[in-house]
C-alpha cells in the first residue's frame, strides 16, 4: 500500500525566512509525486508534479526536489501570502488514485 | 488544466435526509473521485467514479451510504444518504486522465444538525 508521510506538521515562519517541507514515501512504480497548495475553506490548488529522481521544479518562490525516498518544498523568501496548507501525493503503477500526505501547515508572519 | 465546478458549496441538512453533491468538469476525463475532508485534516478517497459502471468504494465506505453515479466522462454526482452529524465535512470532487495531474473542485461544506 502506498504510503506519505508529511513532516512538520505545521511550520511558522517570518516573512522573508525560507525553510524546507519533507515529503517522504513508499510507492509501487512511482508515476508521478504531487504538490498540491490549498487555502481554508477552498479545494487543494495544484503546484506541481515531479516524475524521476533529481528533477526539480520551480514557480514563484516555491521550489520542489525528488529523490527516491522523498521530496521537499523549499519556500524561499516567503511571504504571508504564501500561508496555506501544503499536501503531497503520489500516484503508483496500480490505478489513478492518489495517496495524500496529512499536510503541512505554514503560517507566515509579516 | 480541467475546471472543475461543484455544488452546492454548502448546505446545512436534517439528519436522516439525503443530499446529493453535483460535479462538472469542463473536459472529458477518465477518472473521477469523490473525498471527504474533516477539518484539519487530509483528504479520505471515498471512492472512484466509474463511467459506465459501479463505482469502486474505500475501505469503509459503501454504496448504500454514498451512492455515486456518472452517466459520462464531464459529470458525477455523490449522494449522501440518511445523515447523521458525523458525516458533517467536506466533500471534494477531483478529476484526473492518466499521466496527469488531479484537479478538484472547491468542495461542498456539509453540516448534519
Known sequence: EDQVTQSPEALRLQEGESSSLNCSYTVSGLRGLFWYRQDPGKGPEFLFTLYSAGEEKEKERLKATLTKKESFLHITAPKPEDSATYLCAVGGSNDYKLSFGAGTTVTVRA | ?113
Open chain 2, 1 to 113: 488544466s480541467a475546471v472543475i465546478s461543484q455544488k452546492p458549496s454548502r448546505d446545512i441538512c436534517q439528519r436522516g435526509t439525503s443530499l446529493t453533491i453535483q460535479c462538472q468538469v469542463d473536459s472529458q476525463v477518465t477518472m473521477m473521485f469523490w473525498y471527504r475532508q474533516q477539518p484539519g485534516q487530509s483528504l479520505t478517497l471515498i471512492a472512484t467514479a466509474n463511467q459506465g459502471s459501479e463505482a469502486t468504494y474505500e475501505s469503509g465506505f459503501v454504496i448504500d451510504k454514498f451512492p455515486i453515479s456518472r452517466p459520462n466522462l464531464t459529470f458525477s454526482t455523490l449522494t449522501v444518504s440518511n445523515m447523521s452529524p458525523e458525516d458533517s465535512s467536506i466533500y471534494l470532487c477531483s478529476a484526473r486522465s492518466w499521466g496527469t495531474e488531479a484537479f478538484f473542485g472547491q468542495g461542498t461544506r456539509l453540516t448534519v444538525v
